[in-house]
T-cell receptor
Framework: NAGVTQTPKFQVLKTGQSMTLQCAQDMNHNSMYWYRQDPGMGLRLIYYSASEGTTDKGEVPNGYNVSRLNKREFSLRLESAAPSQTSVYFC??????????FGDGTRLSIL | EDQVTQSPEALRLQEGESSSLNCSYTVSGLRGLFWYRQDPGKGPEFLFTLYSAGEEKEKERLKATLTKKESFLHITAPKPEDSATYLCAVQGPGSNYKLTFGKGTLLTVNP
């Protein structure tokens, strides 16, 4: 019973490097989300995809791009990583009921 | 803009000592209020959804209540395994299912 799977679990980058965070869900959900969680800031929405083929900006989209590859997969890309993007990144998915189910996160450090 | 404020930021209880966590919110047209539990190194785990003032939901030692301005998460006779961060989130009007999260309350239950 996998739910929402995120890869990798940990990553260290140097400033200016690029990388893609992967997320896949096996619950046949239409909507998927990317959040970042920082100490004292709570969860903040980066991008979301209400359905396959659509994506929209959330609260903190600058420096990120997303791709909804198919109904199962939603990736987050950092084109040129900055130290301010050091954070824990969570992917979530939901059906029409709107309850969001979360993965266990990717811990990203940018030096 | 939707806003969620949780208090206290941290709460330390003795096993069996009941207490409540508060979630105050501002949203133009509440579609739902959500409670999640987050353990260290894990993603948020869904607990409850409340939709209208006066609604209550229970699960084991937890009971969530909702008024027009705030929600309470009551913890009755807590056990050490109830130690976690509890997150509150609101969903406003619209069809995109976005959630606005509070910063959470870190609950520690000592044996």
């Amino acid at each position: 019973n996998a739910g929402v799977t995120q890869t990798p679990k940990f990553q260290v980058l140097k400033t200016g490097q690029s990388m893609t965070l992967q997320c896949a869900q096996d619950m046949n959900h239409n909507s998927m989300y990317w959040y970042r969680q920082d100490p004292g800031m709570g969860l903040r929405l980066i991008y979301y995809s209400a359905s396959e083929g659509t994506t929209d900006k959330g609260e903190v989209p600058n420096g990120y791009n997303v791709s909804r590859l198919n109904k199962r997969e939603f990736s987050l890309r950092l084109e040129s990583a900055a130290p301010s993007q050091t954070s824990v990144y969570f992917c979530a998915s939901s059906a029409q009921s709107s309850v969001q189910h979360f993965g266990d996160g990717t811990r990203l450090s940018i030096l | 803009e939707d806003q969620v404020t949780q208090s206290p930021e941290a709460l330390r209880l003795q096993e069996g000592e009941s207490s409540s966590l508060n979630c105050s919110y501002t949203v133009s047209g509440l579609r739902g209020l959500f409670w999640y539990r987050q353990d260290p190194g894990k993603g948020p785990e869904f607990l409850f959804t409340l939709y209208s003032a006066g609604e209550e939901k229970e699960k084991e030692r937890l009971k969530a209540t909702l008024t027009k301005k705030e929600s309470f998460l009551h913890i009755t006779a807590p056990k050490p395994e109830d130690s976690a961060t509890y997150l509150c989130a609101v969903q406003g009007p619209g069809s995109n299912y976005k959630l606005t999260f509070g910063k959470g309350t870190l609950l520690t239950v000592n044996p």
